[in-house]
């Protein structure tokens, strides 16, 4: 139960179908949410009208990437699946820095809840140390799971190991998304944000 019923519809498709626990301190299983009351309590159905949702290239599916290896400049890594007892910064700091010194940390939060999800993005001081990281969690032994994050690539542009600029395959140069793209996704508004982007339209989320 939550203090506003508006939410209940929104909290059950964000829970719904969540994978949570680690498989070692906590058991790994899936979430299944239902909303329940719903005739006795009409106001538990009520949409709370768009939401805004962020989503980060690393989490989207790429089929048809190339497999291209990394170049020296790559020094952040896309962490998913990460233990259950990482929920604070300091926590993740401590488990990254056995691979190397660290320089900037993003843990990934629930739109709704603000609860952490269990990724995370981890910038090294040095490629070696970003290589050491994903070599020891990128085997099927490991529990959490290393890559190279496609975000710093993006960030990168033309400089990236692509050698083509990602950011305008998808968006205008203000970060607006294509009109093509927002319709392949059936939604009205999309912005692509990064370090390489900085939106200037007033209608773009701050």
């Not at 159905?45 to 989490?59: A, H, N, V």
């Not at 981890?122 to 020891?136: G, K, L, P, T």
Request: glycine share 4%; with cysteine.
């Amino acid at each position: 139960e939550l203090n506003d019923p508006r939410k209940m519809a929104v909290a059950t498709e964000q829970i719904n179908n969540q994978t949570v626990g680690d498989g070692d301190t906590v058991e790994q299983c899936t979430l299944q949410a239902e909303l329940f009351g719903g005739d006795d309590m009409p106001e538990q159905l009520q949409s709370l009208g768009p939401m805004r949702r962020t989503l980060f290239i690393d989490e989207l599916p790429m089929p048809k990437r190339p497999d291209f290896g990394p170049i020296d400049k790559d020094r952040e890594v896309y962490l998913q699946q990460l233990p259950a007892t990482i929920v604070k910064e300091d926590q993740l700091r401590a488990w990254a820095e056995r691979f190397g010194p660290v320089d900037e940390m993003f843990m990934r939060k629930d739109d709704l809840t603000g609860a952490f999800t269990s990724s995370a993005y981890v910038r090294f001081s040095s490629h070696d140390a970003a290589a050491a990281c994903i070599e020891a969690n990128s085997t099927s032994e490991s529990e959490t799971m290393a890559s190279w994050s496609e975000a710093e690539r993006a960030a990168q542009r033309s400089q990236s190991v692509y050698r083509s600029d990602l950011m305008l395959a998808f968006a205008e140069p203000n970060g607006r998304v294509l009109r093509s793209v927002l319709v392949r996704c059936k939604v009205s508004e999309l912005w692509m944000q990064g370090e390489a982007v900085k939106l200037r339209d007033p209608r773009a989320p701050k």
